[in-house]
Each structure stands twice: as structure tokens, then as C-alpha cells.
Nanobody
Framework: QVQLAESGGGSVQAGDSLRLSCTAS????????MAWFRQAPGTGREFVAW???????FYADSVKGRFAISRDDGKNILYLQMNSLKSDDTAVYYC?????????????????WGQGTQVTVSS
């Protein structure tokens, strides 16, 4: 099992930056890929970015060039640096992890989830 806990959310103005963190514990050596998803009120869970064991990354078009996913393997922490935030980025952000190389852009491709952290961007 893997446990995930997000932190770093908050309320900011459009154009501001914010960094989210996700601390992993448990069987972290079994993780192949970690990702960030987000969910705005009344919508489904949306893919944001993933990072694989190899270090490869991939981003949703809506955040490409503004967000950066990274990890500190020594501390078992996943990060999401969010720059040039827009009101459309307002959502609950979730950290996710999987042991398998399957369905990287789909929420059902990830078994382990954090509780989420709220990001609110005011225009």
C-alpha cells in the first residue's frame, strides 16, 4: 500500500504562483508513475501532469508551459509548481500513484490517491 498526502493549496490572484507538495509513504519503491489530477465543482477528475520512474514527464495542454511536475526521491515528495495561474485552474488538486504503466492519462489508471488540496484563483 501507498499513502499520499497533499499540501500547499490556497487562494491566490490570477498570475500568481503556487507550489503543491505530495508526500508518499508506505511501499514507495513499488511506484512506477505519479500524477496530479484536479477536479472543479460539477466536473470529472481531470489529468494535469505525470512523472514516471524514468523521469519522463507529460502535461495536459491546458497547463503546458505554466506547470512543472517534479519529485524528490530522497524525501518521497512529489511537487507541482504552478505559475501564471488562471481562474480556470481553480479546483481541488489530487496526487495519485500507480505501480503499473497503464492508462497514464486516466484517473482509473491510478490506484492510490491523496485527499486533495484546494486551489482557488481569483481574477
Amino acid at each position: 500500500q501507498v499513502q499520499l498526502a497533499e499540501s500547499g493549496g490556497g487562494s491566490v490572484q490570477a498570475g500568481d504562483s503556487l507550489r503543491l507538495s505530495c508526500t508518499a509513504s508506505g511501499h514507495t519503491l513499488s511506484i512506477y508513475r505519479m500524477a496530479w489530477f484536479r477536479q472543479a465543482p460539477g466536473t470529472g477528475r481531470e489529468f494535469v501532469a505525470w512523472i514516471a520512474l524514468t523521469g519522463s514527464t507529460f502535461y495536459a495542454d491546458s497547463v503546458k508551459g505554466r506547470f512543472a511536475i517534479s519529485r524528490d526521491d530522497g524525501k518521497n515528495i512529489l511537487y507541482l509548481q504552478m505559475n501564471s495561474l488562471k481562474s480556470d485552474d481553480t479546483a481541488v488538486y489530487y496526487c495519485a500513484a500507480t505501480m503499473y504503466n497503464e492508462l497514464p492519462l486516466r484517473a482509473n489508471g491510478y490506484k492510490f490517491w491523496g485527499q486533495g488540496t484546494q486551489v482557488t484563483v481569483s481574477s
